[in-house]
């Protein structure tokens, strides 16, 4: 029986096999391509443009930056990076991946470890930055669904948890072209290696 296809091939010209992931097959430019078209809250976003993986990454390193704002740039790279296998399997919001089950979450790990390789990370970040990184994830998931979403405050605070910094609580998220949204991601992780 033939083995079915588990690879994508992307637009640098690398083919990246997500059952085997390499990090010799993982390119910045793919990863900002692939995520700045992904959209979160499954397109469900006011606005002329979806709100895509790629802003909610630069937005989540921004939060991870103030709550933490002694980190060393590689765990805010972690940061950034948070949900970069997206780029190959989109965003399934959280209710899908647990209907999916634990091989969504087997696939995302092995995806997770190749690109931090790829970029000077450790292949699983320790468990005290796994926790601050949600944090500003969790965070960072209460103003989308505030400000674009059309959550009520009080069911943001119930699904997300209520932000208890106020420096986090006046960020103003903006919707924007996915070409500009690449960009600036491409220049943040330039600037965070």
Do not use: C
């Not at 010209?13 to 995520?35: C, Y």
């Not at 647990?98 to 699983?124: K, M, N, Q, S, W």
């Not at 997300?160 to 903006?174: N, Q």
Request: glycine share 6%.
């Amino acid at each position: 029986m033939k083995q079915p296809r588990a690879w994508q091939r992307m637009l640098s010209g690398r083919r990246l096999d997500l059952l085997d992931p390499s990090p010799l097959d993982i390119e910045i430019e793919d990863i900002a391509h692939g995520l700045s078209f992904v959209a979160r809250w499954n397109g469900q976003t006011v606005g002329d443009y979806a709100y895509s993986v790629a802003e909610h990454s630069l937005l989540v390193e921004q939060i991870y930056g103030l709550i933490q704002p002694k980190a060393p740039d590689k765990w805010r790279l972690a940061a950034l990076l948070h949900d970069a296998p997206e780029y190959v399997i989109g965003d399934m919001i959280s209710p899908v991946k647990a209907a999916v089950g634990p091989e969504y979450g087997a696939l995302d790990d092995r995806l997770t470890a190749a690109i931090h390789i790829r970029f000077g990370l450790p292949a699983v970040v320790p468990v005290m930055i796994k926790k601050q990184i949600k944090k500003a994830d969790n965070i960072s998931a209460w103003l989308e669904a505030i400000q674009i979403a059309g959550f009520t405050r009080v069911e943001a605070d119930k699904l997300f948890g209520k932000p208890a910094s106020a420096l986090v609580v006046d960020l103003k998220i903006h919707l924007r072209p996915p070409l500009d949204v690449r960009r600036d991601f491409t220049a943040r992780h330039n600037a965070l290696l």
